[in-house]
């Protein structure tokens, strides 16, 4: 089998870029391991930049995103009695939309179903990239006992944090700069009223708590929990209590619990490799990149990604070779300030170990700063609702 890029792996970054390429007339093939229900089982961040909303649309899966996304235009902080808003259209000019993860992925695979695009094939095993480092690379994999061979112009890697084509490059050619943090998020899912018509960040001396939502009747909840705990640990009543604990007074004191219809417990990281491309190789968001959940930043960098590569790879196929020798560079410095604002966040909103009564009160006194200091909200809402790419 011949294509022109062959991406490996069906999530939100392979579908959005093999989207993008078939309406530039570009032929795409895309191996996914897992079936389709078990990808749309999977339940992430549920944010969305303004410029992530932009590119949902311009790829023609911007509908129902409009019908029946939620248009924040602020969010809620809060440490122990302060809780205050930060207006994202009065700090940054711009909202971010709340549309879960899972329903951006849902649009793309029925808009792939809708075109005359080749499917996704899901499970592929044992998917190896040959020859990336030459002109003429090429995929092989398994699929029901039948071994096959696409050949193809580029392979892109978006096959996630575990997936196979980071460690397809040399680890003479690449570095990986990683930070794994001293806690995880407890999420559940229930289907209750969110507690607030915004998400609330709350710091506070028990842990961070996050009160997020998918819609009026959908609620996601986060508390920081040691990672070695499991989600039995948390029975519904221990999560609730918890979570009441550690949001601010008028938001716990408002609560509704019901029973959950999902809980996990994720690790946090920060993770790099840089470059993102090899030869005819390119990766794409969580392969090449891990932020921890604080800023809602995974997919909305997945998606900046996929804006750089795709420029790229249909300038390659008009025969102009530039934008994909610029490719990692440009990924990566906009990659570089997402971390570092999940980082930064996520260590002034956390519990560590190892902190004293000082690091509580210097977290206490930013939080007061960015109450009060108009600048200093500025800087938060322009990453959160996205930087320009
Ligand atoms: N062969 C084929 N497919 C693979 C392989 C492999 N060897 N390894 C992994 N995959 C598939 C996974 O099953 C998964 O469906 O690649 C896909 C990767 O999807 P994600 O992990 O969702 O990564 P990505 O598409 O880059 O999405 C960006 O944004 O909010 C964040 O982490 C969140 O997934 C999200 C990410
Ligand atoms: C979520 O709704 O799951 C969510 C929202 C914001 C975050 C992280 C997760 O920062």
């Not at 490059?169 to 794994?180: C, D, F, K, N, Y």
């Not at 009223?193 to 909840?221: K, Q, T, W």
């Not at 946090?268 to 891990?290: K, Q, T, Y």
Request: hydrophobic share 40%; proline share 5%.
């Amino acid at each position: 089998m011949r294509t022109q890029v062959c991406i490996v792996g069906g999530g939100p970054s392979g579908l959005l870029l093999g989207q993008i390429l078939h309406r530039a007339g570009i032929d795409t093939r895309i191996l996914e391991r897992r079936p389709r229900a078990h990808v749309l089982s999977r339940i992430r961040a549920g944010v969305l930049e303004g410029g992530t909303v932009d590119m949902l649309r311009r790829a023609g899966v911007g509908d129902r995103l409009a019908r029946e996304g939620f248009v924040h235009t602020g969010t809620r902080v809060a440490s122990r009695d302060r809780a205050f808003r930060i207006d994202f259209a009065e700090s940054a000019g711009k909202p971010v939309t709340v549309y879960g993860q899972t329903e951006v992925t849902q649009d793309l695979y029925d808009a792939r179903d809708a075109s005359d695009a080749a499917p996704v094939i899901h499970g592929v095993e044992g998917v190896t990239i040959h020859g990336a480092d030459t002109d003429v690379p090429h995929v092989t994999y398994d699929a029901g006992g039948t071994a096959h061979r696409i050949d193809c112009d580029w392979v892109v890697g978006c096959d996630g944090f575990h997936g196979v084509s980071r460690r397809t490059i040399p680890e003479a050619v690449r570095t990986e700069v990683e930070r794994v943090y001293p806690f995880g998020w407890l999420g559940v899912l229930s289907e209750t009223p969110p507690v607030d018509h915004e998400l609330i960040y709350a710091n506070s001396p028990r842990g961070f708590a996050l009160a997020s939502m998918r819609n009026e009747n959908l609620s996601r909840y986060y508390v920081q929990a040691p990672v070695t705990d499991r989600a039995e640990d948390w029975p519904d009543d221990r999560f609730w209590d918890e979570l009441r604990r550690r949001l601010p007074a008028d938001a716990a004191e408002t609560l509704v619990t019901g029973p959950s219809i999902e809980k996990s417990l994720a690790p946090l990281r920060s993770f790099i490799c840089e470059p993102m491309r090899w030869g005819r190789l390119c990766l794409v968001g969580d392969a090449a990149h891990i932020v921890p959940p604080t800023g809602a930043k995974g997919l909305n960098l997945a998606v900046s990604d996929v804006h750089y590569l795709s420029e790229g790879l249909i300038a390659a196929c008009g025969g102009e070779a530039e934008g994909m020798d610029r490719y990692s560079d440009r990924a990566l410095a906009r990659v570089w300030k997402a971390v570092r604002y999940s980082w930064w966040f996520t260590t002034l909103m956390h519990r560590y170990p190892d902190d004293t009564a000082f690091h509580q009160k210097m977290q206490e006194a930013e939080i007061a700063y960015l109450d009060g200091s108009p600048a200093a909200r500025t800087v938060f809402a322009e990453n959160y609702v996205g930087l320009p790419f």
